[in-house]
């Protein structure tokens, strides 16, 4: 049985300039007392070619949890555009927000994202080495890709992800309609879905969701 519940979650501030903070406002309800904090992340897919060049943005703890309807802001700073290929600083890639549970991921958003000039004649004539104050980021926030997983959210032996088969993944996949900003469709390509599968570990910090009454 599910503990928590995704109901809402807005991208804030898009389209935007690259270098500026990523906000998405979150919205869950829990449905019963979970003895241990729940795990955000926030992953920027830097390179098709390549997952040495994921980066992790942020990673944050959210506790405690009891039952009822929550709400908070996760923000994180930009990916480092110097640890990012040249070739793959603009146009398409896939920013990942996951959550899990006692290290146990259980629900993976995600999103396509478009990086381009926002002048016409740079987007037409493009320089040779990318101009990174000049890109804009676009989130395609109204089409989200939802995966989720089965936890046992009672146990600590809960299922982990990668040991599902690929019939259970498959079905748990769904496209889910969670509340984004509408944005125009992207006329690039759009990746492999591979590229949504990335998960790299990292230290989180801790903070308080505020409790909707």
């Known amino acids: 049985m599910t503990a928590i519940n995704v109901t809402s979650v807005s991208v804030l501030d898009n389209p935007s300039l690259f270098t500026n903070p990523l906000q998405f406002e979150i919205q869950y309800e829990c449905l019963f007392d979970l003895k241990d904090d729940l795990e955000w992340k926030l992953i920027y897919v830097g390179s098709a070619e390549s997952e040495k060049y994921d980066q992790v943005l942020d990673s944050v703890l959210v506790g405690p949890v009891y ?21 793959d600083l603009v ?25 381009e000039y926002w002048e016409e004649d740079l987007r037409e004539n493009p320089p040779d080495k990318p101009q990174i104050d000049r890109l804009c980021r676009n989130i395609l926030a109204d089409k989200p890709r939802v995966t989720k997983f ?14 599902a088969s690929p019939e259970e993944t498959q079905n748990a996949v769904e496209s889910a309609q969670l509340d984004g900003t509408s944005q125009s469709p992207m006329s690039a390509d759009q990746q492999d879905e591979e590229d949504l599968l990335a998960e790299p570990e990292v230290q989180g910090q801790q903070i308080s969701a505020e409790m909707e009454s």
């Open 91 to 115: 146009g398409v890639t896939v920013m990942l927000l996951t959550c899990s549970y006692r290290s146990k991921e259980f629900i993976r958003i995600g999103y396509y994202v478009n990086n």
């Open 150 to 163: 089965p936890v046992d959210f009672d146990s600590p032996e809960a299922a982990n992800p990668e040991d």
């Open 67 to 87: 039952p009822g309807s929550y709400r908070f802001v996760f923000q994180a700073d930009p990916p480092d555009h110097a640890k990012l290929p040249p070739d």
